[in-house]
């Protein structure tokens, strides 16, 4: 997974955590595929004038829905319920250090919402291996390693445009200040029973 750069891996005994609440970990999973697929739509909406952007950012969202629906089934079929939305306070630290770090420009507002998404999409993705690794449901095993090839794909996509559109900006530097940060916070989580939890 070193091609997510993350400087902090994921204790495995998080997975002991999430096992105790399977329902939590789901409702919380299905909630964080709404809202990827919600994001990817705002980045849509505000920079609808690239088109490859909108191209490949509609088959994300798509995706993301899709992915929606699987964990929902997967819900259905155990007979668990899809709860409320959780609040995410990883997610939402992320948000707050976006917001600081906009210079105010239209491509640093891009560039920036497309490094909080390769963020969420990377950190998702380290998750979903941990689980696939160590989780004893055979099931969830399959399911969170073939969902963890997705969300690399993901991050690769979100990186990849803020290179392409980062027109004087220092994407690499910027990326490396993110990651930084998310190391920071990242400490503070691993303990709760939900994907960023």
Same mark, same amino acid.
């Given at each position: ?54 191209q490949d950012l509609l088959a994300l969202a798509k995706e993301e829905i899709d992915h929606f629906e699987q964990v929902h089934n997967i819900i259905?079929?155990?007979?668990? %319920? ?16 976006? %917001? ?8 640093? *507002? ?18 979903? %291996? ?22 690399? *794909? ?9 290179? %392409?559109? *980062? ?10 200040e993110w990651l930084d940060f998310e190391a920071s916070i990242i400490t503070n989580y691993g303990k709760g029973e939900t994907v960023h939890g």
């Open positions: 997974m070193s091609i997510l750069r993350l400087k902090l891996p994921t204790d495995p005994r998080w997975v002991n955590i999430v096992e105790k609440n399977i329902e939590e970990i789901l409702t919380d999973h299905a909630w964080c595929e709404q809202k990827a697929a919600t994001n990817a739509i705002t980045i849509i909406t505000h920079n609808s004038e690239h088109q490859d952007l909108v259905i079929k155990r007979g668990l %319920k899809l709860g409320r939305e959780r609040k995410d306070d990883y997610v939402n630290e992320l948000y707050l250090y976006m %917001k600081r770090s906009n210079t105010g420009s239209r491509v640093s *507002g891009l560039v920036e919402r497309l490094l909080f998404s390769a963020m969420i999409e990377a950190r998702s993705c380290e998750r979903f %291996k941990v689980l696939s690794e160590n989780i004893e449901d055979e099931e969830l095993a399959t399911f969170y390693r073939d969902l963890m090839e997705s969300e690399a *794909g993901h991050y690769t996509t979100f990186i990849s445009y803020a290179r %392409k559109y *980062g027109e004087g900006i220092d994407v690499e530097k910027r990326w490396r």
